[in-house]
């Protein structure tokens, strides 16, 4: 599949403009999610040794087809993921824009999580296990006009809630917990809003059990830097700070 421009780069996947031939018409690949009649697209493509760009697939349409907002998906292969292109802000830029208030942005990752976790899931049959996203943050929500979508689900399975709550919150103390990133105020007052802005008889769904396996889990990611782990020791006392689970 050929790319055009480079749009984007995370730890383990780069985003591309479509080629004009591709993005214009070209058949349904693997996954076979249908044909662009809805606009155009964007390309994904995980770097050698991470992701699995059509179980990745499987989750957004599973989610979509529950009214949860998630990008549509063209087409998979195991490292290839095309996606509807959105237009519009990350939440984090949006907020370092001043357009939207961090507490308010916690807030509504709090509706995303709550919205989330009140879909069936796609395998388990415990009605205690959801979908997690796992990676929810300022930087995977996207502000389109018609409103939040969220991005990036490569790191979805079927859990707990509480877990999903715990990563949140932990990837937000992180930063927060950072006296030497500029960024820390503004994730220390979205990190609040998360944990204290709920809606009404919703309250956060974290949990100790989430909380401790969200540590652990960032503590062994191998995309953390040496600095990010040694963070991880501060945030279980800034989380109970905000909003002990």
Not at 79 to 84: A, I, P, S, Y
């Amino acid at each position: 599949m050929r790319t055009g421009r480079l749009l984007g780069a995370g730890r383990t996947a780069d985003v591309y403009e479509m080629a004009d031939d591709e993005a214009e018409g070209g058949s349904p690949g693997e996954a076979g999610h249908g044909a662009d009649a809805h606009g155009t697209w964007v390309l994904r493509r995980y770097r050698d040794g991470w992701g699995d760009a059509r179980a990745e697939a499987q989750v957004m349409d599973h989610v979509r087809l529950h009214g949860y907002p998630a990008p549509r998906v063209r087409t998979a292969t195991r490292t290839d993921l095309v996606l509807e292109r959105l237009s519009g802000p990350t939440m984090l830029e949006a907020i370092a824009a001043g357009a939207l208030p961090p507490a308010e942005a916690g807030a509504e990752l709090a509706r995303l999580l709550h919205a989330l976790h009140a879909l069936p899931p796609r395998r388990s049959a415990d009605p205690a296990t959801r979908v997690l996203h796992l990676d929810l943050h300022p930087e995977n929500v996207l502000l389109t006009p018609d409103g939040p979508r969220v991005i990036d689900w490569a790191n979805a399975e079927e859990g707990p809630p509480g877990l999903d709550w715990g990563m949140s919150a932990v990837i937000l103390a992180q930063v927060a917990a950072d006296t030497v990133d500029p960024r820390a105020p503004l994730a220390h007052a979205i990190l609040t809003g998360l944990l204290t802005h709920q809606p009404p008889g919703a309250p956060s769904a974290l949990t100790e059990e989430g909380l401790t396996e969200a540590i652990n889990r960032r503590s062994q990611n191998p995309t953390m830097s040496v600095r990010e782990v040694r963070l991880l020791d501060r945030t279980r006392e800034l989380i109970r700070s905000v909003g002990a689970p």
